[in-house]
């Protein structure tokens, strides 16, 4: 098993300004991955955060809005830039556990609100 | 991507009823995943399925995988009051990724 954490766990955030949301992993992973869930939604990828390279953002997502880290091999920021009430959400960053499950662990999430 | 469709997207059941959630796609699938989210909590895990007629259980639940590959079930036996929450399935693709199905939140009343 991993053990993800984030910061913070929720803002309450002003139109038009940013905010940067931490993950941290207990293990050395390759590949970290940033979801936004919407209220009462299902799960949207937006970004594959791989360490020594560019993101790799899904459709409808752009490095300009959405801005991500990856320093090292346990740890990545997303930034969630600009902000509108649209992006209120929980943001959820998840990596894969090695092994034959292909289990994805989530961190506890950040649950952003925009006024 | 592929896609994957859940119905229902809401139950209510009495304690102690069945429940039953059902994914659905219109592609074959390469595997299955199932989740778990409670309320204010983050998903959880439960178990992945790759063969065609694959069936798996987890104490009162009951894991399907269609013949086609293109369909999957999630069967709760006698729910409980823990078993409150959103279930999804999702399709794990290349690189790791995993595309999430629209959910179905489960409200058990006791």
């Known amino acids: 098993s991993a053990v993800i954490s984030q910061k913070p766990s929720r803002d309450i955030c002003q139109r038009g300004t940013s905010l940067t949301i931490q993950c941290q992993v207990d293990s050395q992973v390759t590949m970290m991955f940033w979801y936004r869930q919407q209220p009462g939604q299902s799960l949207t990828l937006i970004a594959t955060a791989n360490q020594g390279s560019e993101a790799t953002y899904e459709s409808g997502f752009v490095i300009d809005k959405f801005p991500i880290s990856r320093p090292n091999l346990t740890f990545s920021t997303l930034t969630v830039s600009n902000m509108s009430p649209e992006d209120s959400s929980i943001y959820l960053c998840?990596?894969?556990?090695?092994?034959?499950?292909?289990?994805?662990?989530f961190g506890p999430g950040t649950r952003l609100t925009v006024l | 991507g592929q896609q994957v469709m859940q119905i229902p997207q809401y139950q209510h059941v009495q304690e102690g009823e069945d429940f039953t959630t059902y994914c659905n796609s219109s592609t074959t699938l390469s595997n299955i995943q199932w989740y778990k989210q409670r309320p204010g909590g983050h998903p959880v895990f439960l178990i992945q399925l790759v063969k065609s007629g694959e069936v798996k259980k987890q104490k009162r639940l009951t894991f399907q995988f269609g013949e086609a590959k293109k369909n999957s079930s999630l069967h709760i036996t006698a729910t409980q009051t823990t078993d409150v929450g959103t279930y999804f399935c999702g399709v794990r693709g290349g690189y790791q990724k995993v595309t999430f199905g629209t959910g179905t939140k489960l409200q058990v009343i006791p």
């Open positions: 998840s990596i894969e556990a090695g092994g034959r499950r292909n289990e994805q662990f």
